[in-house]
């Protein structure tokens, strides 16, 4: 709910009628641009409902809306959220490309993926550490010593990273390596490490889970926001549906209904959308049509040879290809690549 506060109410009484809300268990959010008189209020349904705002003497008026979300919501923060990925802005105005392999092999295989992305104009890199495999048996990523190589292909490229966190404790070694924090979509809801993702001061690129609503993706990001971290960017990866023609189906009805419900910046990944490297294209495009702020694309330099993904990984040419032909969509959308 949010509530709107009688404009007589002078700064002291405010503070304290807020301060008698979060004694009981209720958290007031001032909604931006309003002069401090317009609230979201979140908390237990049950204490929302015993207020009875509607009668209170300081109140104008009470707006009953059904998001359980607040921090995440435009009714909150109805301007763009822009988020600082080293020196890349991520949800202005200039639609931004993190391109790489899915996961971090060797020197030599980063390296030509990191060089033939810069070339073509990606403004990150991505590449995972820490690999989130469906079989134990699979290859798991380098974990530290894969850390290294992407700072130092950061450094060598001035590409941020973004980098997969798989368990809190890894923390401390993603530290001055990393641009952001990539939750990966299965563990969309794992709330411990959402809040130490939260806590870390990173931005944090928070994938869809597989099976997740758009509303407990939003929810998912509210834990990271609730911890102070405001830099919070959303990725649509496709979802599990009984289509089986590819791998997942990219959901782009989420990208255009979170633009319109939520001031966070939202990316599009569709080599995970689709697991196909031939499909990564068209919804490349799609995605800008519907608003993406940016993509997030797997390249390998030899796809077929790639120890994860391989399917659905770009050749640096395939990639390079694809940037030439998203120029003309990306400035049909308004935007600069
Ligand atoms: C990845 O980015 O390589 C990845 C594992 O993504 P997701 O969590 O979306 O499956
Ligand atoms: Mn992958």
């Given at each position: 709910m949010f509530f709107v506060l009688k404009p007589e109410?002078?700064?002291?009484?405010?503070?304290?009628?807020?301060?008698?809300?979060?004694?009981?268990?209720?958290?007031?959010?001032?909604?931006?641009?309003?002069?401090?008189?317009?609230?979201?209020?979140?908390?237990?349904?049950?204490?929302?409902?015993?207020?009875?705002?509607?009668?209170?003497?300081?109140?104008?008026?009470?707006?009953?809306?059904s998001a359980p979300y607040k921090r995440a919501s435009r009714a909150m923060h109805p301007d763009d959220t822009v988020v600082p990925v080293g020196p890349v802005r991520i949800g202005g105005e200039r639609f931004v490309v993190i391109a790489g392999p899915c996961a971090v092999e060797s020197e030599a295989q980063l390296e030509a993926a990191a060089a033939a992305v810069k070339a073509a104009g990606a403004v990150g890199l991505r590449g995972g550490a820490y690999k989130p495999r469906t079989s134990p048996y699979s290859f798991q990523g380098h974990g530290p010593e894969a850390l290294d190589l992407l700072a130092a292909a950061s450094d060598r490229h001035g590409l941020p990273v973004v980098t997969e966190l798989l368990d809190a404790t890894d923390l401390d070694l993603f530290r001055g390596k990393v641009g952001a924090l990539q939750i990966g979509a299965?563990?969309?809801?794992?709330?411990?490490?959402?809040?130490?993702?939260?806590?870390?001061?990173?931005?944090?690129?928070?994938?869809?889970?597989?099976?997740?609503?758009v509303e407990e993706l939003l929810l998912a990001a509210e834990y990271i926001l609730n911890e102070g971290n405001p830099n919070v960017i959303l990725c649509e990866r496709g979802i599990r549906t009984f289509e089986t023609s590819t791998r997942n189906t990219l959901d782009l009805n989420s990208v255009?209904?979170?633009?319109?419900?939520?001031?966070?910046?939202?990316?599009?990944?569709?080599?995970?959308g689709t697991g196909l490297a031939e499909l990564v294209a068209p919804l490349a495009k799609a995605g800008v049509a519907v608003g993406a702020d940016g993509l997030i694309i797997e390249v390998h330099p030899a796809p077929a040879e790639a120890l994860s993904d391989g399917r659905q990984s770009l050749s640096p040419d395939t990639f390079a290809q694809l940037m030439r032909e998203l120029a003309p969509f990306v400035e049909a959308a308004g935007r600069s690549l």
């Open positions: 109410v002078d700064p002291k009484t405010r503070d304290r009628f807020l301060e008698e809300l979060r004694a009981k268990d209720l958290t007031p959010l001032a909604v931006s641009g309003k002069g401090g008189r317009v609230y979201g209020l979140v908390g237990p349904s049950s204490v929302l409902e015993s207020l009875a705002l509607d009668r209170h003497p300081l109140i104008e008026e009470v707006i009953r809306d299965r563990n969309m809801q794992n709330y411990p490490l959402l809040r130490a993702a939260g806590r870390s001061g990173l931005p944090v690129v928070l994938k869809r889970g597989l099976s997740a609503t255009a209904w979170l633009k319109l419900h939520t001031h966070l910046p939202v990316l599009l990944d569709p080599s995970h």
